[in-house]
């Protein structure tokens, strides 16, 4: 096959049930959407492991790059205040 | 289904790199160790990426394999409730296969090049599938041990440090005791047939018992590889531990259904409260794996012509897709 015969992947994503997030469960190679669909259809939930499926094309999908984790995060690192255990609070106080 | 890991990279491959105070190659080790996963776009040593590739690619192939000596019987079933389950496991073993190429894919390499290795002779898949099929209980056998050895080999390889490879295993694990209950049900019900059900249940499990233990790959003083691939926990158990697991577990499955494996040596040792069985002919397993089973040769062959015989399907659907652009599917919602 030649590069311009190749199926494109596309990333899964999948609702478990109502009042869930979608969440990424894999990939599946097809030449449309509508392809993709079907097919996740019949390979990631054959037992009903879902009531909703999102796909995107996997070249779509934009990340961040695991060698920028560092910097990337960093803000957040040192702002403990943003946590409720940060304050102390004496335990004679209730239900805050 | 599992693979063998039994075609490794060469030596020079496996050595980790230079583990330099500090280096990517102290930091990788240490993330390993420290049970973090590994993702795909992280930083890895090549001799990893390829052992995985590797690793994770005879593993697909073995499921797409493997679902031939079983559809064998899909027409065969003898009611129309086993061949719907025949089905429903079969369709299965297609999906292990898809979600496993889709983990080998996230290595950077690709799904054609997977498929070429397999059908050019060059990737090895499990030698359990190079086995024929030619009863019912086979069809049982195969699903009791068959899918009981790789469950065995399976469950540790969802805490592999590779995230999805690890996770592909989570789904298929799940599916798999399926496959091995149905089984064990197929022999449970010849077993307490008549005596020529009993005894075709008997000769399918002299047929699997041995080549099931084999599953497990060559001996742990023989397998070269395993002590690399456990540190960087692809790998978490030798294949002798999984082995008399496996042999601890399925004797008394056997002997509820009144059914001897084909081991003359083999006896309990209250001493050390596991079974001993007898030794495993590897010259067997060689030739297998060299290409001179029983099956080999059909098997592929049976895979080639699937896949030439679907080319034109592929190449419709795609110019079937370029004609209807653009894509009419829904929005996400």
Redesign the interface.
């Known amino acids: 096959?030649t590069a311009s015969?190749?199926?494109p992947?596309y990333e899964i994503f999948i609702r478990a049930r109502g009042g869930l997030d979608h969440k990424h469960?894999?990939?599946?190679?097809a030449?449309?959407?509508?392809?993709?669909?079907e097919h996740a259809r019949?390979?990631y939930t054959?037992?009903l492991e879902g009531v909703?499926i999102?796909?995107v094309r996997s070249t779509d999908i934009i990340?961040s790059?695991?060698?920028d984790a560092d910097s990337l995060f960093e803000p957040a690192r040192d702002k403990v205040y943003r946590h409720p255990t940060f304050y102390e609070i004496p335990d004679e106080v209730k239900t805050l | 289904m599992y693979s063998q890991g039994l075609d490794n990279p060469p030596p020079e491959r496996m050595v980790p790199a230079a583990a330099v105070a500090g280096g990517p190659g102290e930091r990788f080790q240490l993330r390993v160790d420290a049970e973090e996963k590994i993702e795909p776009k992280d930083w890895m040593p090549d001799g990893y990426r390829q052992t995985l590739i590797r690793q994770i690619s005879q593993h697909a192939h073995s499921e797409i394999v493997g679902m031939l000596p079983e559809g064998n019987w899909i027409t065969r079933a003898p009611s129309l409730l086993r061949k719907c389950i025949l089905i429903a496991k079969v369709q299965d073993e297609g999906g292990h296969g898809a979600y496993l190429y889709s983990a080998a894919e996230t290595l950077g390499v690709s799904r054609e090049e997977l498929v070429d290795q397999l059908l050019s002779g060059k990737a090895k898949y499990s030698s359990i599938f190079n086995y024929p099929t030619p009863t019912w209980a086979d069809v049982g056998a195969i699903g009791w041990l068959v899918d009981g050895a790789a469950i065995m080999n399976q469950i540790p390889l969802c805490r592999c440090s590779y995230g999805p490879y690890a996770r592909a295993m989570v789904r298929v694990c799940r599916e798999e005791s399926f496959h091995q209950r149905q089984g064990y049900e197929i022999m449970l019900k010849l077993s307490q047939g008549t005596a020529a059900q009993r005894e075709m249940a008997q000769a399918a499990l002299n047929r699997w018992w041995w080549p099931s233990l084999m599953m497990f790959g060559p001996s742990d003083n023989d397998s070269k590889h395993s002590t690399q691939s456990m540190r960087w926990k692809i790998k978490r158990f030798s294949n002798d531990e999984l082995r008399q697991k496996f042999v601890d577990f399925t004797i008394p499955q056997a002997d509820y259904l009144g059914l001897k494996v084909p081991d003359p040596e083999l006896r309990w040792d209250a001493g050390a409260d596991c079974y001993r069985f007898g030794p495993i002919d590897w010259t067997e397993f060689d030739e297998v794996l060299k290409g001179h089973g029983p099956c080999n040769r059909e098997r592929l062959d049976a895979r080639r012509k699937a896949h030439a015989e679907g080319a034109w399907v592929r190449e419709a659907a795609l110019a079937y897709a370029a004609k209807s652009r653009p894509a009419t599917a829904g929005r996400a919602a």
Do not use: K
């Open positions: 096959m015969q190749l199926w992947l469960v894999g990939s599946i190679h030449v449309d959407a509508r392809m993709a669909l019949d390979v054959r037992r909703s999102w796909i990340a790059d695991p060698a």
